[in-house]
Structures are given as C-alpha cells and as structure tokens.
C-alpha cells in the first residue's frame, strides 16, 4: 500500500524507513495498528502487510517478527 495509501487512509506512520532493497512501514489507522514491509531482490519485489485491532499487539508482535526472520523474497 505504501505510504500515500496510508496517509489517504489518515494512518498516523510511527516507522517510516527506507532501506537499501526496499522499506518499512508501521502505524496506527484508528484502533488499528499496520506493519508493512518490501524488500525487492533479482528485479521482484516482495511485500507483506499486517493489519490487526491494537488490542492484538503483544501477540502480533511475535508473529510480525517471525514473518520478518523467514520471509525469502522473491528472484533467484
């Protein structure tokens, strides 16, 4: 979705990184909290995003953090 869609959605970013193959981000859209994150290798870009009640953090933290460890981005 990216950032702009975010914004048009009124998310308010509290992670907004760009890194060497890609970018991160992460914020609330109401009650809602989003972690987005792409990674772009061999010409394919991967991404994923998360989106879940804030009520879910503690336990969506660590399902966040397992996806980032295992993620096999896309290309050769």
């Known amino acids: 979705m990216a950032r702009r869609g975010w914004q048009q959605k009124k998310a308010a970013l509290a992670l907004d990184q760009k890194l060497a193959t890609g970018y991160v981000l992460s914020g609330t859209v109401g009650q809602r909290i989003f972690y987005e994150k792409a990674v772009l290798r061999a010409g394919t870009l991967t991404t994923f995003i998360w989106e879940y009640p ?15 460890s295992t993620l096999q981005p896309g290309g050769d």
Do not use: L, P
Not at 55 to 62: L, R
């Open 54 to 68: 804030a009520a879910q953090k503690q336990a969506m933290d660590a399902v966040i953090r397992h996806t980032i």
